[in-house]
């Protein structure tokens, strides 16, 4: 029997097993010393720490790896009731906010100790191997702060347009919310996810290389529409400066042709609910395909001009340092990427047989158009399945089938975003890039499946 999408492969061959990566085994000395040997040969170390930490649930694979059926007498598990069939369960509205059962509290963003000196000013990276679909639960939504997080008082929080505009103005969250307002799904990534990768690996999981990405459906005004209301200028002002409200006050430049186009929006709601406060609440920016620096979070301002304003996030940093020295400023689109998180670094292939292939692509330039996978590094490719929807600037699952024989494997996706723009390896970015950058990492990513089932995180030059 064959079920619909689904190949010959997936209906033949034995099914496949797949250990989890394990979860938050960095700590603090590891990262420093992951950083120290960045110059001394990346792999190898890597390579070592990552098998030292698998080391310790040697003895659990070796329990999985077992016939989890007994070979007299049948499965327990089906042969007898659990207590969950035999009696009553837990009463409606235990908790007035539901939680994610006890057996998946595995599944947390995560921080990465010692990137940064503080931690108010740091990243958490969100689980892309542990999620489905496209949406990011708002608990597991990626973090970066640059002061901290605050959870403001919504009646005292107020929003300014000034700047080229008739009459400044001044809302309240009241008056913004009973505007007409539209909800769009859309990925924000920070513009320096896998920027430790620039030179060589970095870090073995998918989490901490590409998990400074999500993707949820925001609910606000379009900025446009505030902007009107306060007369704006939209000949004389060619761009807008947003201010956060946060101890960082931080300010970014956004052209204006993406907010007559009413993309941008300002946003109060996230995945059917109010913002998170780590996310922003009561009220933060949405550019959608802009690197997530942009979308200024705890929005208290917006002034209309008619030059770029040069802050210090955009002249010292979120900046490209290009092969001849110069430095490229404003590259705020996040170009076509894709990555695979099933199998991903980590995680171990218990058996031969058939395995799901499994990802995400996006693009701030606009849809994905295709996906291509490799398992031969590059030699050969196949086209991947597209989930719907296919949204604009909005991640897009894309899964294949692979039948594993065992042998080592290098797994690979590569992008094609509606524009024509195909996602380049790491020879083609770096021939135009470098190896000095921190930002706008999109290279293809590459899984190495060994024969004993483990995955690495590897590069192909």
């Known amino acids: 029997m064959t079920f619909p999408h689904t190949s010959d492969a997936a209906s033949g061959a034995p099914h496949g097993r797949l250990r989890k990566a394990p979860e938050g085994f960095l700590d603090r000395a590891g990262i420093q010393t992951v950083f120290a040997e960045g110059r001394k040969g990346r ?6 720490a990552f098998a030292a930490a698998l080391a310790g649930t ?11 059926v007994p070979a007299e007498g049948g499965d327990p598990n089906i042969l007898n009731l659990p207590p969950w069939s035999t009696g009553l369960g837990q009463p409606v509205v235990t908790d007035g906010y539901g ?29 892309l191997q542990s999620l489905f679909g496209i949406v990011t639960p708002s608990g597991l939504h990626f973090e970066r702060h640059h002061q901290g997080w605050w959870d403001v008082d919504p ?9 080229l505009v008739k009459t400044p103005r001044v809302f309240t969250m009241d008056e913004i919310m009973r505007l007409p307002s539209v909800s769009r799904f859309h990925f924000i990534e920070c513009g320096a996810n896998t920027g430790m990768e620039w030179g060589n690996v970095a870090v073995p999981t998918v989490q901490y290389s590409h998990g400074m990405l999500s993707c949820s459906e925001f609910t606000g005004v379009p900025l446009i529409t505030l902007l009107q209301m306060a007369g704006a200028d939209l000949k004389k002002g060619k761009f807008v400066l947003a201010e956060g409200a946060d101890g960082s006050s931080m300010t970014r430049t956004i052209p204006m042709e993406l907010v007559t186009s009413g993309q941008v929006l300002v946003a109060y709601g996230q ?31 917006v002034e209309v001009g008619d030059e770029p304003w040069n802050t210090k996030d955009e002249s010292v940093h979120y900046i490209d340092l290009m092969p001849d020295g ?11 990427k894709s990555v695979v998180t099933t199998p991903s670094g980590g995680q171990v292939l218990l058996d031969k047989g058939f395995y799901n ?105």
């Open 58 to 68: 040697a003895a659990a694979q070796a329990g999985a790896q077992a016939n989890p």
């Open 357 to 461: 292939v499994s990802g995400l692509a996006w693009s701030g330039r606009g849809k994905i158009k295709r996906v291509d996978v490799s398992v031969d590094g590059g030699r050969n490719w196949r086209t991947a399945r597209l989930e719907t929807p296919v949204l604009d600037k909005c991640l897009t699952r894309f899964n294949i089938d692979w039948v594993w024989d065992g042998k080592p494997a290098i797994v690979q996706s590569r992008a094609m975003d509606d524009t024509g723009f195909v996602q380049p390896n790491y020879r083609q970015l770096r021939a135009v890039r470098g190896t000095r950058s921190i930002y706008h990492n999109n290279a293809i990513q590459s899984w190495l499946v060994q024969e004993s089932g483990e995955v690495k995180n590897v590069q192909l030059s």
């Open 271 to 301: 995945n059917g609910e109010m913002l998170r406060p780590e996310n922003g609440y009561p009220l933060r920016l949405v550019v959608p395909g802009v690197q997530g620096v942009s979308w200024v979070k705890y929005l208290r301002r």
């Open 326 to 336: 110069q430095h490229r400023q404003y590259s705020s689109i996040q170009e076509c």
């Open 155 to 163: 009646s005292k929080h107020r929003f300014m347009v000034n700047g």
């Open 99 to 127: 939680k994610p059962s006890q057996y998946e509290t595995n599944v947390q963003r995560r921080p990465s100790p010692g990137l940064t000196q503080t931690t108010q000013a740091s990243v958490s990276f969100a689980p």
């Open 43 to 48: 792999r190898d170390f890597i390579r070592g």
